[in-house]
Nanobody
């Protein structure tokens, strides 16, 4: 089970930190990702990391602005979002994968097994 929180309304240039707490079988997942879906658009990859550490993966348009991190002791993954733009407005979902993902697959929503309920992020101009 995944529980996402931290969304809200923020002005352009502002910051938000999303949290995703993993429990149950998702605790033993291989990787965690953040995806987002804007109205009328498909769900898209934002960021991901492996619980074991190592490389972080980011959508090009959020590189340098967003940071994904984890706290293994709390089974929590964070998405720090800075310099927010109107185009970042979407429902943000965290997801867990129990498959050993690689760079070419970690960005694909189909590779993730469990999904949180989503948290709305609205960036106003």
């Amino acid at each position: 089970q995944l529980q996402a929180s931290g969304g809200g309304l923020v002005q352009v240039g502002g910051s938000l930190r999303l949290s995703c707490v993993a429990s149950g079988r998702t605790f033993s997942s291989y990787a965690m990702g953040w995806f987002r879906q804007a109205p009328g658009k498909e769900r898209e990859f934002v960021a991901a990391l492996k619980w074991s550490g190592g490389t972080r993966y980011y959508k090009d348009s959020v590189k340098g602005r967003f940071t994904i991190s984890r706290d293994n002791a709390k089974s929590t993954v964070y998405l720090q979002m800075n310099s927010l733009k109107p185009e970042d407005t979407a429902v943000y979902y965290c997801a867990a994968s129990r498959s050993p993902l690689i760079a070419s697959t970690i960005t694909s929503p189909q590779m993730y097994d469990d999904w949180g309920q989503g948290t709305q992020v609205t960036v106003s101009s």
